[in-house]
């Protein structure tokens, strides 16, 4: 079997046949998502929940959802249409165009919007968005902000907000040198409940990680930063009570290094001393001052 490089294109599952439309479904209002379809769109919960591909709508007049014009290279508000006595949630992406795909770096606040191209959402300093850019840099981030009815602002480099706005001929576009939130700033954003659910899982896992307690390993982390002949360690036989204080006070590696510090100095007064000195013979040196307590300042 050869090896093939997958392909980053966004395509629709089970393109070939159609379902029909059922309006007011619980996937659709983002409510009591649970066993519902992997690939069913839902409203995050919050803003780390914005992940993976994301159909981004706007409540104007006609409703419009964020698209990208694959053939012009540049950013369209597409009309929708919605039924009578169908709500604007009801609706999900019918074409690849109409689906952004939402990237975050592990730890990172911000997100970058890419369309099925491989294509960035960005914004200059004059407010002019754009996605024509294939790398990511500032200017290709950004930071959603949700609010307690559900809707979404995005918010840029420069602290301004992505808005609609009118342009000539009565059509809108796109502007991201917005001061404040208001009605054209305010985005309705859906995910797939499948990405929802990994981005919470994430997250629980991160706030887990920062709550275990780290293990206090002073002869690995010496071995690993500090190892002198034939890759022995020399360890502090100070009491370990000041780690475990500032391992609850957050400061467990600058406590690590600092009784490093004083053993390597150690180490390099007395080679300056005995300058015939072998490492061995530092070696002992250093665990004899130990062992007596007796280190340099």
Partial sequence: MTDRARSTKLVFKGDKSKKKKRKHREEDTGKNDEGLDPQSWVQP????????????MHPSEPPVCVTYDATRSRIKLHALHVELGESLLSLKPTEVSQVWVVTRVAGATTINLRTPEGKFLSCDSHGLVSSDREARGPQEEWTPVLFDDGMVAFQNIYEKYL?????????VSLRGDSDTVGFRERFWV???????????????????GETKKRKIDEVGTNHIYQAWGAGRSVVSLNDKTELKKARKEGRLSEALLDRRAKLKRLAIIISQECPVADSFLVIAFVKMFAQANVMPA
């Fill in 190 to 208: 859906k995910v797939q409940y499948e990405f929802k659910q990994k981005a919470g899982e994430e997250e629980r896992q991160k706030v887990e």
């Fill in 163 to 171: 808005s609609l706005d009118e342009v000539a001929g009565g059509s």
């Fill in 45 to 56: 919960d919050n803003a780390i929940q914005v992940y993976g591909p994301t159909f981004i």
